[in-house]
């Protein structure tokens, strides 16, 4: 990020790769921060032009003189999770209802590719992340 510049807004969004468009949420979301659109999403397809299809949690961070940096985090662990199974949605009652069933080969294909997004010192640690979002959703997570 820029140095000794004062962050004015910081904002989140889910962006389609390569289809950031000044329709919303991305138009209506920088706008009212006065923020030139066109460089947003030029700059943002253009980065994210080889994932299509992906959906791209980004991080905008705007600062005062209405200049913009962005973050693009990778593939939600979920979305991942669901992939991987070829599920069409989670469960509505986890903690009943399963939906499918992990592998450990699933698990640490995931956990290497939310490697950089997890706030996790190693690969067992990842795992453990990936393991608890997928019981969440009512996936069962094959013992090692």
């Not at 949690?57 to 705007?62: A, L, S, V």
């Not at 973050?71 to 209802?97: E, R």
Request: charged share 25%.
């Amino acid at each position: 990020m820029a140095d000794k510049k004062k962050i004015t807004a910081s904002l989140k969004m889910v962006i389609p790769a390569g289809g950031a468009s000044p329709a919303p949420p991305v138009g209506s979301s920088l706008g009212q921060h006065g923020v030139n659109m066109m460089d947003f999403i030029n700059a943002f397809n253009e980065k994210t032009k080889d994932m299509k299809g992906a959906q791209c949690p980004t991080k905008i961070y705007i600062y005062e003189d209405k200049s913009f940096d962005f973050v693009v985090k990778g593939t939600p662990a979920k979305v991942l999770i669901k992939q991987a199974l070829g599920l069409q949605k989670a469960s509505g009652v986890p903690n009943k209802d399963k939906v499918g069933k992990l592998t450990q080969a699933q698990l640490t294909e995931i956990a290497e590719k939310k490697m950089d997004d997890l706030n996790a010192n190693d690969i067992e640690a990842a795992k453990k992340v990936i393991a608890g979002t997928a019981r969440s959703m009512g996936v069962e997570v094959e013992a090692e």
